[in-house]
């Protein structure tokens, strides 16, 4: 058994995301078509908790939207050209013996995650992107920033994912990791639906304030289990 998070654009004052674990038979193995078959269970036991339709955020996904909106895939302008989120992200970490690795940059989502320096240059302190400092907290800030920075020119095809009840990323697990591209996903829709969404991206303290005041629910009352928990 496993657990992975499903997120849900929620317009509540003080809520702009709400996080509900889902639990669900998993099946090992690193093949695309396993991959495939979690999301699938995933899919499934979120259904019979009416959660559905949801959409996969990830290379994974089986709808060319989600593969679209993965941080792998997703490219954002900048001074040297479009570049990938992914690779803006781990090109901008400044360390205690080292970065911001601006080279990274130029290199694909996969050997910009792979970059051994970001393993042997310390603790992180700061993200540097192109001379702009941004803080580690709130600790997702900087990744929001930028994914939804990425998708600001696209608002109105974005619209298209009000039809969802909620997002998933088969890959991420919050035991290990911080930051979601399906959770982010989630706060998209909550800013256009709210029509904040220019208003937030304006400057890093009014993105800031914005996501600092709408606070990020984590609703585990609510989780489905199917099974017993796995430790």
Same mark, same amino acid.
């Given at each position: 058994?496993?657990?992975?998070?499903?997120?849900? *654009?929620?317009?509540?004052?003080?809520?702009?995301?709400?996080?509900?674990?889902?639990?669900?038979?998993?099946?090992?193995?690193? @093949?695309?078509?396993?991959?495939?078959?979690?999301?699938?269970?995933?899919?499934?036991?979120?259904?019979?908790?009416?959660?559905?339709?949801?959409?996969?955020?990830?290379?994974?996904?089986?709808?060319?939207?989600?593969?679209?909106? $993965?941080?792998?895939?997703?490219?954002?302008?900048?001074?040297?050209?479009?570049?990938?989120?992914?690779?803006?992200?781990?090109?901008?970490?400044?360390?205690?013996?080292?970065?911001?690795?601006?080279?990274?940059?130029?290199?694909?989502?996969?050997?910009?995650?792979?970059?051994?320096?970001?393993?042997? @240059?310390?603790?992180?302190?700061?993200?540097?992107?192109?001379?702009?400092?941004?803080?580690?907290?709130?600790? !997702?800030?900087?990744?929001?920033?930028?994914?939804?920075?990425?998708?600001?020119?696209?608002?109105?095809?974005?619209?298209?994912?009000?039809?969802?009840?909620?997002? !998933?990323?088969?890959?991420?697990?919050?035991?290990?990791?911080?930051?979601?591209?399906?959770?982010?996903?989630?706060?998209?829709? $909550?800013?256009?639906?709210?029509?904040?969404?220019?208003?937030?991206?304006?400057?890093?303290?009014?993105?800031?304030?914005?996501? $600092?005041?709408?606070?990020?629910?984590?609703?585990? *009352?609510?989780?489905?289990?199917?099974?017993?928990?796995?430790?």
């Amino acid at each position: 058994m496993a657990k992975r998070p499903v997120y849900i *654009s929620i317009s509540e004052p003080d809520h702009l995301v709400k996080e509900v674990l889902v639990h669900f038979t998993w099946f090992p193995g690193f @093949s695309s078509i396993q991959k495939k078959r979690n999301i699938l269970a995933l899919h499934e036991s979120a259904k019979n908790k009416g959660f559905y339709p949801l959409l996969e955020i990830s290379t994974k996904s089986e709808d060319v939207l989600g593969q679209r909106l $993965s941080a792998f895939n997703l490219k954002i302008k900048t001074e040297i050209g479009e570049i990938s989120v992914e690779a803006a992200y781990q090109g901008s970490k400044v360390f205690e013996i080292g970065g911001p690795y601006r080279d990274i940059y130029e290199k694909d989502s996969r050997a910009a995650k792979r970059d051994m320096r970001l393993r042997k @240059s310390g603790p992180l302190k700061c993200f540097d992107y192109f001379g702009e400092k941004w803080p580690l907290v709130p600790k !997702t800030a900087f990744y929001d920033w930028l994914y939804l920075s990425a998708l600001r020119p696209h608002q109105d095809f974005l619209k298209r994912l009000y039809s969802y009840r909620g997002f !998933t990323d088969i890959e991420f697990n919050p035991q290990k990791s911080v930051n979601c591209q399906a959770r982010t996903c989630a706060l998209l829709v $909550s800013l256009l639906k709210r029509n904040v969404l220019n208003e937030a991206l304006r400057s890093q303290r009014d993105f800031i304030d914005r996501i $600092s005041s709408d606070s990020f629910e984590k609703d585990h *009352s609510v989780e489905f289990r199917q099974g017993k928990l796995a430790l």
